[in-house]
């Protein structure tokens, strides 16, 4: 297992724009208009990168879990993203990490990892896509496969109430209460055998439902 050398925080030039944007935009709305709730945040570590396991039901919750956990959280997103000049160091700046489309679970592993190196905590949502209910019903091992390689600990983190935010028929983000739920740190697996990597996914999914059950 190759050995990687990680930075203890993320770069400060990254941290300055994370923390006005979350301090004049996110958390006002996250707290006052979504009536928002956190529980768990004694569970973060404050320095040294780590990977945060999520579910995931709006296109919400990138922001509103990056704002909660009170470190920048990077995600990763499209190359072509990166393309548009006005877009590209916005995004970045605020931890977006280019993956190429095509190029499969290769292309975002190496992306993850490097920004893990510079210190960044990397987010993924466990099922790898949005579900109706919030809960994780068929969770993907990218993020174990990761943890493994990089041996550093998995974080799971539940966001409850987002999948009513945007509803059929309404044009605006409808003010529904919001809870997020911070879990306990899991080992990352010993190895990259699919075993180990379907377990330690499994334990991830079940602390992040439970989580979940544990409602507003």
Request: hydrophobic share 45%.
């Amino acid at each position: 297992m190759v050995d990687y050398e990680f930075q203890s925080r993320e770069p400060i030039f990254n941290l300055i724009p994370y923390f006005l944007f979350k301090g004049i935009i996110i958390a006002p709305i996250f707290h006052t208009y979504f009536q928002g709730r956190i529980h768990g945040i004694q569970n973060l570590p404050v320095e040294n990168p780590l990977i945060i396991v999520s579910n995931h039901a709006s296109y919400f919750d990138p922001p509103i879990l990056a704002s909660s956990v009170n470190r920048p959280v990077a995600y990763m997103a499209k190359e072509e993203l990166f393309e548009v000049p006005w877009l590209r160091e916005g995004i970045r700046l605020y931890g977006a990490y280019p993956v190429k489309r095509g190029s499969g679970d290769r292309g975002a592993i190496r992306a993850a990892l490097q920004a893990l190196q510079e210190g960044w905590i990397v987010g993924i949502f466990l099922e790898g896509t949005r579900t109706p209910d919030g809960r994780i019903h068929d969770p993907k091992l990218g993020a174990a496969m990761i943890a493994a390689k990089a041996q550093l600990p998995l974080l799971p983190v539940c966001l409850w109430g987002t999948q009513k935010i945007l509803q059929k028929g309404i044009p605006f983000p409808l003010p529904v209460p919001l809870t997020l739920r911070i879990g306990e740190l899991i080992d990352p697996p010993a190895s990259s055998k699919r075993g180990a990597l379907e377990a330690v996914t499994q334990k991830c999914a079940t602390a992040i439902n439970a989580l979940h059950d544990l409602g507003r």
